[in-house]
């Protein structure tokens, strides 16, 4: 699975942005899709979730009011549209993938989630 995730840059607080992440796979089935960030200094976040078979989503608190994770089956591609950006807001935003044998709440951490696209920088100015 290769996950190549694109639509970062410099925007100024306020703005907008919307992430995206293109699946190698067109038949994907028992995987969960996640959206975290890393920012200097400190450790990935968890940002958002999303189940590439039902329509379950789960968000981090600091984000759930800003930003929406969704996903196009026929594009293969998950997005996470990102509102009212902040200066804090400014990170490497990784998408990931996590295959489930048996389905359970959705995955959270960074540790339940194989495979990682490159990362897209989004830079907020103030």
């Known amino acids: 699975v290769q996950l190549q995730a694109s639509g970062g840059g410099l925007v100024q607080a306020g703005d907008s942005l919307r992430l995206s992440c293109a699946l190698s796979?067109?038949?994907?089935?028992?995987?969960?899709m996640g959206w975290f960030r890393k920012a200097p200094g400190k450790e990935r976040e968890f940002l958002a979730a999303i189940r590439w078979i039902a329509d379950s989503t789960y968000y981090a608190d600091s984000v759930k009011d800003r930003f929406t994770i969704s996903k196009d089956k026929a594009k293969s591609t998950v997005y996470l549209q990102m509102n009212s950006l902040k200066p804090e807001d400014t990170a490497v935003y990784y998408c990931?993938?996590?295959?489930?044998?048996?389905?359970?709440?959705?995955?959270?951490?960074?540790?339940?989630?194989?495979?990682w696209g490159q990362g897209t920088e989004v830079t907020v100015s103030s």
């Open positions: 990931a993938a996590s295959y489930f044998s048996i389905m359970g709440p959705l995955r959270t951490s960074d540790k339940e989630y194989r495979y």
């Open positions: 796979e067109r038949t994907f089935s028992n995987y969960d």
